[in-house]
DNA sequence: CTGTTAGCGCTTTCAA
DNA sequence: TTGAAAGCGCTAACAG
């Protein structure tokens, strides 16, 4: 039985104060309050009674360090501000927070010290999971993890990852894009990879060439260029690939952001697309709320989809599942894309 | 002095761990790590040595029950999926990390119950302070605000509002768009509001009607229609107000979604944007990465563009500003919008 | 300059 | 069925 120290201050009231508002021990308060153990019915309400009249409510801090448990995950994206990644990290925050857990988010900005700053920080406030969103994991941020709490990776992973990991169906979302070209007519087709850290990006380009080879289509020096999933990238590797002779008739392009900006710069060098050329992109990150064209409807991008919402409740479902049997079968999630044909694909002139 | 209970496990170290190892006590440790009060240079360099070699970090959880603060802060947003969002929480992300703080990000959906339960759930975390983006504070989240760490609004604020706030000059803005429409000649202006508990809906709907009055342009009945919005709030406003007599020759939407609503319903229906109509939006919500268009070439809208980023980084300013001096003066920061004229106005017919 | 002590608010044995 | 007591890992006042 304890007293508290001054009555006068408007703080919020703890267990203490009820057990003395309760003429009872702070022990029996706790037990009547987490409804596990026994207690006296009447007093029971009582408790409840005065926590209800008092407002209390347990504080998260104190029961972290109890219990080594702070009901909080991290959550590292590369950047909230690219569009697929809000889409990812609302389907995880759907799940995760329905299971009463209060996400941390994190940006990365790609880099690898901020990177690990960040999972330092993670494992500082003992959050109980980490989802790893887009994220070339580090050395050192991998040597940290190991020792951490549970982690799911979602989209990249290292090249012998061994843990849990959600993402989209690379090799169906480029053989739908190849499909839908080879069946228009075009054989002659490029394609702007993403940075070679990014295992994305490399299934995509190994699936690429694996496809064309399936397809019959050879694919001549030059038309594989590396871009790194900024527009601007696109631009260079628009230019290269019109130097290219034989020119190709289709270009793929990593994301939706360089398909764009190829298209702008095929326009001011007077090509039209899709009659000139067949532009697609990957992601479908301007759809938005929008079913069928992109905010405008004068034209969209011929793009894949790839499921974020779902990815993201996945990876939630995964990690809250680890999290409650650390020691189950590891999980690999690959989800299916779907193609969108919009009006940057024609058929080869 | 304390000994460690059991030195098998392979479990974060502590400062007791720290102090056994270096045979000093917890509070030299504390005082050696934490750099407050004298200590030995010799021992303090031996105890840094020891936390380096054996991965030290402080428990921020630990920390926090102590220190009853969190280094976090908590940052509630309608909706992360509508693009506006993350612009304003990477804006607070910027200055808040680097001000050692931690986000938690939470989603109300626009859902009042959420909202309270969040604020509720952000309170027993005891977070050092709250950021509420574009929410309407519903009166029980107000009481709850009252009681617990600085806030400071963006975007939204409820009426009589005595707290800190950050906003776009939404004045400004409409009259940035009403002069462009009123240059061109247009003079039957209609105006699809936002809903009527956002105060940001409401001041630019006041803005409005007083504008018009200025460049002395009548409203007629039917002209002001309240949308929500949302993208198919603007298909019906459109549909209403086609059948206006006389029909307006420019349509202010609420937003860009709306506006693109409206331009494809106004397109099903035989009408040219902006040859027989002229439309803009609001936010520049597509715009992302890209300067000067949308993402496809073909068409721009014309739209106002909110100070997003920085909206974010002088709520982030502001609440730390707070943090760091409870009574000092409240601070109203209202930030410029830019015109940013595309392709979806033209000269009245 | 260093150690002892108390305590943040909660959970959880262990006795009574 | 209840209370006493210990302790999660840290900070800070105080004594030495």
Chains 1, 2 share one sequence.
Do not use: W
Not at 20 to 38: D, F, H, I, M, Q
Not at 94 to 100: I, N, Q, T, W
Not at 154 to 180: C, F
Not at 263 to 269: A, G
């Amino acid at each position: 039985m304890r007293q508290p120290r001054d009555s006068t201050a408007i703080k919020r009231p703890t267990m203490t104060d009820i057990a003395c508002e309760c003429g009872l021990s702070r022990a029996t308060v706790a037990r009547a309050l987490s409804g596990k153990g026994y207690v006296n019915p009447e007093r029971k309400a009582l408790i409840h009674q005065a926590a209800a009249r008092m407002g209390y409510r347990a504080s998260t801090i104190a029961r972290a360090l109890r219990t080594q448990r702070t009901s909080s995950i991290g959550v590292l994206i590369a950047d909230i501000t690219n569009p697929i990644f809000p889409e990812i990290v609302k389907g995880i925050d759907e799940v995760v927070s329905a299971g009463d857990y209060t996400i941390f988010l994190c940006n990365t900005d790609e880099d690898a010290r901020k990177q690990l700053a960040i999972i330092r920080s993670l494992l500082d406030r003992q959050v109980d999971g980490i989802i790893l969103v887009s994220q070339t994991v580090s050395d050192e941020s991998q040597a940290l993890l190991k020792n951490g709490p549970p982690y799911v990776l979602v989209n990249r992973r290292p090249a012998r990852h061994g843990g849990d990991y959600v993402g989209p169906d690379n090799a169906m979302a480029v053989r739908q894009l190849l499909e839908h070209l080879y069946g228009l007519g075009h054989r002659r087709i490029a394609y702007i990879t993403g940075p070679a850290q990014s295992s994305t990006a490399r299934e995509r380009r190994d699936s690429f060439t694996a496809e064309m080879a399936r397809l019959g289509c050879s694919i001549p020096p030059g038309y594989l260029v590396e871009g790194n999933y900024q527009a601007e990238s696109g631009r260079r590797a628009a230019e290269a690939l019109l130097a290219c002779t034989p020119r190709p008739t289709a270009i793929l392009a990593a994301n939706d952001f360089v398909a764009l900006e190829v298209i702008s710069f095929l326009h001011e060098h007077g090509l039209q697309v899709p009659e000139d050329m067949s532009v697609t992109g990957f992601d479908d990150a301007f759809k938005m709320r929008f079913s069928g064209r992109y905010p405008l409807p004068a034209q969209g991008l011929t793009t894949v989809d790839q499921p974020k919402r779902e990815l993201g409740r996945s990876a939630g479902n995964a990690l809250l599942a680890r999290m409650a049997r650390p020691d189950a079968p590891v999980r690999t999630i690959i989800l299916p894309t779907t193609l969108n044909i919009r009006d940057t694909t024609a058929p080869a002139g």
